[in-house]
């Protein structure tokens, strides 16, 4: 606890002040409405891990720990990042053809798509 | 470390006095609701080996239908199907092998192995007092009944579960795709939720007792194997098991609030109305996977680390490369994450990434082949002694080995995909999870037991024992392998109006008697253990002359474990040192002269 | 008694390949001949037997290890103490070192044969699919496209439909789009050597060969419900004048409305197909 | 031996690694759902979604996890009464949170966003607002009559209009329905033509004929189905039949919070990742107040020994909010 001693109330507001700006800066983001949503993808995501590295940081006092802060936390994201990237290849992109109602569905859509039905497409309008 | 620290100048007071600041609670509060890790870890053992039972009776009545299909079952079949007049119909059956698989893994061999050795074992192995939360190993233990209870009240609704214990969707998710697939599957996920809650609450407490309590001098380096697999296992189940408990959440929802994540759109089941869907089967068996092939190793690395305890200290002699059969376990643990995909290679499963857990699970492989020859290399050379323990450490290796081969034609996916849910399949995992891990466990029952109640078990029915289940086993299960290179399918009903699989009834019907004579065998060990509570011979502290902190401690060890807090100067495998003199044993309490040839294990 | 139970644990090794060496001549072994009756299935039997001649070697060597330590340690005399070591450096290396390369041999060898199974040869799509086969509680639906037309996605007005009873000629590589119309299942046909999991929401193809021609049983090797064990259907191989000559009297003979044909041919033929292949 | 943190913080830690495991299979898996289904519904105008009260929200955990630290701040210098004023006011803020999800949650049932029951094409959505409107007629009918069985109620209505006409025909009490919902003939006869609206749209559903297809089209249709026979009925026309209705002057009321069906792809799969996901964090908070209030129970017996359950309650309440950190762009902007 000795090690949070140096830790002031200033700190900790200027966090707070960081996190804030942050938010907002991801809303904005969005409502910027860019062409291409891959860059509002990357910003948002961007903007979220440097909250959470702010929050980890200072609010979990992680920057004052001692090397078990690795040992414990390393391990954990690797295996939450590997969870996702070593399913995306089975679930989230398909090796063998679809046929469920969904899939015939989106099929029909685009099949559609010259005639203007953007059903379910993201329109950015609000 | 060691270098700093001096012998202590003080020597263990003779009897069992309690240790002065603990005060001994009230009846229920020592027995029942107890917080002492003694009890709790007794009470586990005692709760598991009566699943054991069931298991091993659910067991008893799959083999029956595979050796005499359709024929009244005595006993057990006028028990649990009177109304079919004793006949095992085919929803009983696979209810049966859903239920023995689920009663073996959930309830006896992972609460056996973590939550009766785990919690007896760490903190007087590495000399603690306690746990470090011992409330939460409280809860651990009863969190373990609404389980049991789930379970065992799932066999009231529509004959139980039959989906499996992998309970793959659809067939799991949607009510009216079998006919256990209805309220006893929402009760099944219950109960692996509380077995989940359990679990998490071990480990976690083990992980914190063994990193934060360790007595002066036990360092990481010094801990017995025992300790280093527990250690592992509760970190492997930490981070495995909330994706397990996520998606038994996820599976619960689609069941019961209507959420569609495993269930596509447009299928018709049973003639009931297309499915809404949207979800996809395959990531259940991922997820399902993530945890429960590191599952297998949560099932076996505790027992792994124990019978590297008891073979060293049954051979007289150190263990045969300490540090690599740490580093063997961790690699383990650790490539142990992502290999589950071996378990889905004719899923369906993009081949590419097939190919990546092939390699992944053939390296597996390499870590549990270093284990087996330092198994055998504490053994050479070794002043063996053969007692019930040595026998099922030394049963332990051998299937082991048996197992981890089989194991390599499943890691090849060509091969893997003639011999997948195949009888080979089968056979391979009872090698590891019953000719390893339960002879393990027998090995430390007979082991810990003086431990536990201050009383030795009777050696001869030991021996006994193991001599009738060692023939019987694999008498079992080794031609369960031609059964499964026959071509024989898993959970089959009644593979035999399959005219290729017609000749294989004989065979069938002799694994079904050895079967029999393994399960009655089991009452020997019963009998052993219950007489020798209470009429075993007596025994002092160290009836094997044993290293670990554990036997410096009473038997049974007292409230608070240790009359004096241990010191704990060198690792634990000091056998037939030669600093030790006349003994050929050096607890680990006991200062050890440093020698300079002297290069490991201290 | 020491010596007893060293002799125990050797013993049960050696019966067990004793067993294994009986095996093959008491029938219980691959099914039927033993022979793979599919050219993957060929290379796939070929792989295993190079492992089970590895996990053999390994396996004797071991146990005999095993049964040296044990039977070395009954036979130790009693004032001797056990040999004072905590491990060797350069043996650890060395049974690191030599099974990671046999191992290594294992994974890189059997890749090719993966490779040739699901990813190169015939990779879905390359070969036109002969049927679909609609795996449900508890059968095997199987829809081929009429004679000279190719299998469409959808259900076509004159598509042939059998159940239980897939037909395909023989000695080319064939592929069938394999779906599951309820629960998940799996396409296993012993003989051919061929298994496949039918994914609800999924259309997988997957191709195979017959050598010969004959009928092999394909039964589901996933469990699908209570039903699972009795998902029983054959695949029979025929020659290719066969096939196509079933495939039209069966456009026909689905055709018919019921009134009795007046060509007699056209009802035999397709029991003829089935009994020149025995 | 073992490292130099109490065994409470260490096993909060380990608890939290278990809980980061928890949540990324949640989170991952709805990646990969999102990224497996070509077609995912991002329309806030569909999925109603809605960006503000998810940044407010995120504000509002963002204040709160500050005054943890504050709070454990304060327990470090001993101000005790300052720290319970801090948790409290986090606890107050865990509550704001609670509401501005539940009023999240209300606007999602009010457009029956809920798993398993969005239509995804629009033939399903043209069955959905057809039953909807059926369940609108039914909810009143139940209101006018809560006494009569439910298949009853229509016929009671015609009686009731009929007997309108008649007023000395409702004069016995002993006839006389159980009192519901009074209402004026106007509104007898508005609702009425709502449930012969209804029962059309149902039909020309049913059919998939336009609504512009007459009654006796329509049976001359049923007797012998013939394929484009009569215009096929649209999403279009369905969407407008429902809009003439809801511009009746007498029907408006009864209809005024009434949407028409919108086909989402993948619907489901999103409301059920949806709920799951917020739901679980939800609960989470729940769990975290009940903690804050157990710290604020202890009242002034709060002593400094008790810093390390504060510090411990404040790691939990940060991953809390971590979660929500990722969960915000994740659900609500990407």
């Known amino acids: 606890m000795a090690d949070m001693a140096h830790l002031h109330g200033n700190t900790y507001f200027r966090v707070f ?104 497409e993201p329109t950015n309008s609000h | 470390m060691s270098a700093t620290i001096t012998p202590p100048a003080v020597s263990i007071p003779p009897g069992d006095e309690m240790h002065a600041v603990h005060h001994q609670p ?60 004793g006949q095992i119909t085919p929803e009983a059956y696979t209810m049966l ?18 939550g009766a050795f785990g919690n007896f074992l760490i903190p007087l192995q590495i000399g603690a007092e306690d746990m470090a939360f011992p409330t939460l190993n409280m809860l651990s233990y009863w969190f373990m009944w609404p389980a049991i209870g789930c379970f065992m009240l799932s066999f009231a609704y529509d004959g139980g579960p039959a989906a499996g214990w992998t309970i793959y969707p659809v067939l799991a998710v949607l009510p009216q795709a079998a006919p256990g697939s209805g309220f006893a599957q929402t009760l099944w996920l219950f109960g692996l939720t509380f077995v989940g809650f359990s679990s998490m609450f071990g480990s976690i407490n083990y992980m914190t007792t063994i990193i934060n309590m360790r007595a002066p001098g036990m360092t990481l380096f010094r801990m017995p194997m025992t300790i280093w697999g527990m250690f592992i296992t509760a970190i492997l189940q930490a981070f495995a098991l909330p994706v397990l408990t996520a998606a038994g959440f ?25 499915t809404v869907g949207g979800g996809q089967p395959l990531m259940w068996q991922h997820l399902f996977w993530f945890y429960s092939h590191p599952a297998v190793y949560i099932m076996l ?51 590419i990434v097939g190919m990546t857990f092939m390699v992944s699970t053939i390296l597996i492989a390499l870590p549990s082949a270093i284990k087996t020859f330092n198994w055998i290399g504490t053994m050479w050379g070794g002043k063996l002694q053969f007692n019930t323990v040595l026998l099922n450490c030394a049963a332990f290796v051998s299937m082991f080995i048996t197992g981890g081969l089989s194991g390599i034609f499943m890691a090849a996916v060509p091969v893997d995909v003639y011999i997948h849910d195949t009888y080979f399949i089968v056979a391979h995992f009872h090698y ?91 009452f020997i060990l019963l009998f052993n253990f219950g007489w020798s509570i209470f009429f075993g011979k007596k025994c002092g502290r160290n009836p094997w002359n044993s290293n670990g902190l554990e036997w410096q401690a009473p038997s049974p060890p007292p409230h608070g474990n240790f009359d004096v807090q241990p010191v704990v100067y060198h690792g634990p495998y000091e056998y037939s040192s030669p600093v030790s003199g006349e003994n050929d044993f050096l607890p680990q309490t006991e200062y050890m002269p440093r020698r300079p040839d002297q290069s490991q294990g201290h | 008694m020491a010596r007893f139970w060293s002799i125990y644990f050797m013993s049960w090794a050696a019966l067990a390949v004793a067993l294994c060496l009986a095996a093959p001549s008491l029938g219980w072994w691959f099914p ?180 010969q021609p004959g009928s092999y049983d394909l039964v589901c090797a996933e469990l699908c419900g209570w039903g699972h064990y009795k998902m029983k259907a054959r695949v029979l191989a025929t020659s290719e004048e066969l096939f196509q000559k079933w495939k039209q009297e069966a456009v026909l003979l689905q055709a018919d409305d019921g009134i009795v044909s007046t060509n007699p041919q056209e009802n035999s033929a397709g029991d003829q197909a089935q009994t020149s292949n025995p | 031996m073992g490292l130099p943190i109490p065994n409470s913080k260490l096993g909060m830690w380990l608890f939290l690694g278990t809980e980061i495991m928890f949540f990324s299979a949640f989170i991952g898996s709805y990646i990969i759902s999102r990224n497996g289904s070509p077609g995912w519904p991002t329309d806030p105008h569909v999925t109603h979604i809605n960006v503000w009260l998810g940044g407010l929200n995120t504000f ?91 298949a009853d109620r229509r016929t009671e209505l015609g009686n009731r209009i009929a007997s309108a006409g008649n007023e000395t025909a409702t004069t016995d009490p002993k006839d006389a329905p159980p009192a519901g919902k009074a209402a004026t003939v106007a509104q007898l006869k508005a609702l009425s033509r709502l449930n012969e609206a209804a029962s059309s749209l149902e039909n020309h559903v049913r059919f998939g004929l336009a609504m512009s297809v007459t009654p006796e089209q329509l049976i001359e249709y049923r007797s012998s189905p013939t394929p484009g026979q009569f215009p096929a009925i649209t999403l279009a026309d369905v969407n407008s039949f429902v809009e003439s209705l809801k511009k009746d002057v007498d029907l408006s009321p009864i209809l005024g919070n009434f949407h028409p069906a919108v086909p989402i792809l993948y619907g489901n799969l999103f409301a059920s990742n949806y709920f799951l996901m917020t739901g679980f964090h939800a609960l989470h908070v729940i769990i975290g107040l009940i903690m804050f209030l157990v710290i604020l129970a202890m009242g002034s017996k709060l002593a400094f020994r008790h810093a390390v359950v504060v510090e411990n309650v404040g790691l939990y309440w940060h991953f809390v909010d971590l979660v929500w950190i990722f969960l915000f762009p994740l659900i609500y902007i990407i």
């Open chain 3, 32 to 211: 039927d001949t033993g022979e793979a009756m599919s050219s993957i299935g060929r290379r796939i039997d070929g792989l295993f037997y190079i492992i089970l001649w590895i996990t053999s070697i390994v396996f004797v060597g071991t146990q005999i290890a095993l049964g040296y330590v044990l039977w070395k340690g009954a036979v130790k005399p009693a004032h001797e103490k056990a040999t004072y070591s905590h491990g060797n450096h350069t043996l650890e290396v060395i049974w690191t070192v030599i099974p990671g390369i046999v191992l290594l041999f294992i994974a890189i060898y059997q890749m090719d044969v993966w490779a040739a199974f699901r990813m190169r040869n015939y990779a879905p799509g390359e070969i036109e699919a002969i049927a679909e086969v609609t795996a449900r509680q508890f059968e095997w639906r199987i829809r081929y496209p009429a004679p000279g037309k190719p299998l469409m996605p959808m259900p076509q007005p004159d598509d042939v439909y059998t159940v239980n009873d897939l037909r395909i000629p023989v000695g080319r590589p064939v592929s069938i789009s394999l779906r599951s119309g309820d629960v998940q299942h799996s396409f296993f046909v012993p003989v051919l050597r061929i298994k496949q999991d039918a994914l609800p929401g999924t259309v997988i193809p997957v191709w195979f060969d017959a050598l």
């Open chain 4, 60 to 150: 509002v955990l963002i204040v709160s996890s500050y005054f943890v630290v504050v709070a454990h701040e304060k327990m470090l210098v001993s101000n005790f009464k300052e720290a319970r004023k801090f948790i409290a006011f986090t606890l107050l803020l865990g509550l704001v949170f609670l509401g501005i999800k539940s009023v999240e949650y209300a606007g999602k049932f009010e457009h029956e966003i809920i798993p398993g029951k969005i239509p995804e094409t629009p033939t399903e959505a043209m069955f959905a607002t057809a039953s909807r409107l059926q369940r609108v007629v039914d909810r009143e009918l139940a209101a006018i009559f809560p006494g009569s069985p439910a």
């Open chain 1, 17 to 120: 002040l960081a996190l804030c700006g942050l938010t907002v800066l991801s809303v904005v983001a969005d409502l910027l409405s860019l062409a291409d949503r891959r860059i509002i993808v990357a910003i948002v995501l961007a903007v979220a891990t440097a909250k959470a590295l702010c929050v980890m940081l200072y609010f979990m006092h992680l920057k004052f720990e001692s090397g078990w802060k690795y040992v414990l936390l390393a391990p954990t994201i690797v295996l939450a990042l590997a969870l996702p990237l070593s399913l995306l290849p089975d679930v989230g992109m398909h090796y063998y053809p679809q046929d469920t109602r969904q899939s015939r569905e989106f099929a029909r859509l685009q099949a559609d798509g010259d005639s203007g039905h953007h059903s379910s």
């Open chain 2, 97 to 114: 092998f859903t239920m023995h698989a689920t009663v073996m893994i959930f309830l006896v061999v992972i609460p056996i192995l973590a």
């Open chain 2, 250 to 274: 996820m599976m619960l929802a689609d069941r019961m609030l209507g959420t569609t994540f495993f269930i596509p759109g447009g299928l018709v089941v049973n003639n009931a109305p297309a």
């Open chain 2, 301 to 351: 690395l505790p027992a792994m680390g124990m019978v590297s305890d008891m073979l060293a200290c049954m051979s007289r002699k150190p263990l045969f490369g300490y540090k690599p059969m740490i580093f063997s376990m961790a690699t383990i643990a650790g490539l142990g994450f992502i290999v589950w995909g071996h378990h889905m290679f004719t899923s369906g499963m993009n081949p």
């Open chain 2, 432 to 522: 590891i999870l019953f000719g390893s891990t339960l002879f393990g466990i027998f090995a430390a029952i007979h082991f810990w037991f003086p431990k536990m109640f201050g009383r030795m078990m009777s050696d001869r029915l030991g021996q006994i024992h193991f001599f009738i289940t060692f023939a019987a086993f694999n008498c079992t299960f080794f031609p369960m392998h031609l059964l499964g290179i026959g071509g024989m399918p898993r959970r089959y009903a009644d593979p035999y109006h399959f005219p290729y699989l017609e000749h294989l009834l004989p065979l069938n019907q002799f694994m079904t008697y050895a079967a029999i004579v393994m399960g009655f065998a089991q």
């Open chain 2, 26 to 85: 009230g009846w229920i509060r020592r027995y029942i609701f107890s917080t002492d890790h003694k009890v709790i870890g007794i009470q586990f053992l005692f709760t598991t080996l009566l699943m054991l039972m069931v298991g091993g009776a659910l067991a008893l009545g799959v083999r029956w239908q595979l050796a005499w299909p359709w024929e009244r079952m005595p006993i057990l079949g006028d028990m649990l199907f009177r109304t079919d007049g």
